[in-house]
């Protein structure tokens, strides 16, 4: 695993606890967690939010800049973008991209 | 990382266990934990299932009054008939094959014993409590606002029976009534709630009792997403009148038994009148003795431990959490973060700084939906605004429109978080 912002204790608590309880990893880097108030955590969903479990995370750091610079409309992540750095931002990506279903 | 050179004494313990030279998290090796949380609903349900899937082995108890969870969002469309209160109820299913779920109220708590009682007489021992009790009215906070006024002028604060009854009242008034919403000083839960209620009181008006009016009386000069509010209103809704603080808003008293609410100004009879009264943390925060002379609960920005009682952590709307709102979407991004630092301090670990977000939509109209977001982290022992804003003035209707859509998949993101 090359994502520098992943600490090797998340890493290992990934391991040691699988999959299932990977979503509430012990070192979710700050931030993380309140994503899914709004992007499901599981499936089958009713909502139009894009899902960020598994998701590629360059997809994500890219939405996310062109968010903060206004390059992609938005109606709320263009403010909640002004709000992360680039290395939370790359952080949260990581972390949401190493999760499985 | 360099590794520091191991000594012999710390690699036969590591060897002991089996953990050969890999640095093991606390978590895996640590003492596992007694947790009771006490309310279930967006935060201490919430908390309940993060701290144990944190740590599986914590013995996690959530305590909670009701069998079923009646949330609060969405509720201003249950009272203007756009929705059913059926679709703002959730059971405790899922949750309780997570965790411990008791269905009881708490009644006391023992800070320095560490317990908690229920009414149905169990005591629960616990290492780390988790209040997340939501508000209690204050009966005490506006002269002749009693129980009994409430069941003539709702506040509709809390959803259920209340928020029923408003809908009744509103039905069952002929054309050309006078609606009166009174909105309280800060603090109190969802601080644009008032004002989504207002508008879609206004909406249901409009549409089904065009000859009446509405008037806000308010004892504040200024209120959450204020300017795209009074936007809204001056297009849509003309019989719309807001009655600010300096304008002689602030009720002073109500009087049910002709329904009548007083301000320092003058006398305003109404038809329907819906009084938001002022609040205060639920009453459990108190016997626990973690709520200030505010009446709300001081907490460590970092962790949500109380700053007056060790071991006992508050989330959502009783906690006095700096710049976050009392919002659903707060209470949720609290409870996870106070998942993380209780399975942190109770392996003996140190929680993390949190970065936390929030996200509240209103809705003006069915299809007119507008929003504040902000991040939030802690700084000079406070939890700070670090950036964020409300929707833009000059959005387009599109924009409104898919902020109206985006709504609707929160709630159904969240409701399915918390308790799917």
Not at chain 2, 31 to 51: E, K, L, P, Q, Y
Not at chain 2, 84 to 92: M, P, R, S, T, V
Not at chain 2, 384 to 410: H, M, Y
């Amino acid at each position: 695993m090359n994502t520098t912002r992943i600490a090797p204790v998340g890493a290992l608590a990934f391991v040691l606890l699988g999959a299932a309880s990977a979503a509430a990893a012990a070192d979710a880097p700050p931030g993380a967690m309140s994503c899914s108030g709004c992007h499901p955590s599981g499936r089958g969903v009713d909502s139009t939010v894009p899902r960020l479990v598994g998701r590629n995370p360059a997809d994500i750091v890219t939405a996310m800049q062109a968010f903060k610079s206004g390059q992609l409309p938005a109606t709320v992540m263009d403010r909640i973008a002004k709000g992360f750095s680039e290395d939370e931002v790359k952080a949260i990506a990581a972390w949401y991209g190493a999760q499985k279903d | 990382m360099i590794a520091k050179r191991t000594n012999r004494r710390e690699f036969l313990k590591a060897a002991a266990a089996g953990a050969a030279m890999l640095p093991l998290p606390a978590i895996a090796q640590g003492a596992a934990g007694r947790v009771v949380v006490v309310g279930g609903g967006f935060g201490g349900a919430s908390c309940a299932r993060f701290i144990k899937r944190l740590d599986p082995r914590v013995n996690v108890t959530l305590v909670e009054a009701n069998p079923t969870f009646i949330a609060c969002p969405f509720s201003n469309g249950v009272i203007v008939g756009l929705r059913d209160l059926k679709e703002q109820q959730f059971g405790y299913d899922k949750v309780g094959a997570e965790v411990t779920v008791t269905i009881s109220a708490g009644t006391a708590v023992d800070a320095q014993g560490r317990t908690v009682t229920l009414a149905n007489g169990t005591r629960l021992p616990y290492d780390r409590l988790v209040l997340s009790p939501g508000i209690d009215i204050r009966w005490d906070g506006l002269p002749g606002y009693t129980e009994a006024a409430a069941e003539r002028m709702p506040h509709a604060w809390k959803a259920g029976e209340q928020t029923l009854l408003l809908r009744r009242q509103l039905e069952a008034m002929a054309d050309g009534g006078t609606v009166i919403i009174t909105a309280p000083a800060n603090p109190f839960r969802c601080p644009p709630g008032p004002y989504e209620r207002a508008s879609l009181i206004a909406y249901y008006l409009k549409t089904k009792k065009p000859k009446s009016k509405l008037i806000i009386l308010d004892a504040k000069d200024a209120f959450s997403k204020q300017g795209l509010f009074l936007g809204a209103w001056k297009a849509l809704y003309p019989n719309l009148e807001w009655v600010s603080l300096s304008k002689g808003g602030k009720v002073t008293s109500v009087e049910p038994g002709d329904m009548t609410l007083v301000t320092e100004f003058g006398r305003h009879k109404a038809d329907v009148a819906n009084v938001i009264p002022p609040q205060k943390a639920a009453r459990i925060a108190e016997l626990a003795g973690v709520t200030d002379r505010s009446g709300w609960c001081p907490i460590d920005p970092v962790t949500f431990e109380s700053k007056l009682q060790q071991n006992i952590h508050v989330i959502g709307d009783a906690s006095i959490a700096g710049a976050m709102p009392k919002s659903a979407f707060s209470a949720n991004a609290q409870a996870k973060v106070c998942a993380a630092a209780v399975a942190k301090l109770l392996s003996g670990g140190k929680p993390d700084e949190p970065k936390l977000i929030n996200t509240c939509y209103s809705l003006v109209a069915p299809d007119y939906g507008i929003s504040v977001a902000n991040t939030y982290g802690p700084a000079d022992g406070q939890i700070k605004d670090l950036g964020g804003g409300v929707s833009p003035a000059d959005a387009p209707s599109a924009s409104r429109q898919a902020e109206a859509i985006f709504a609707n998949g929160w709630f159904k993101t969240i409701g399915a978080e918390v308790f799917g």
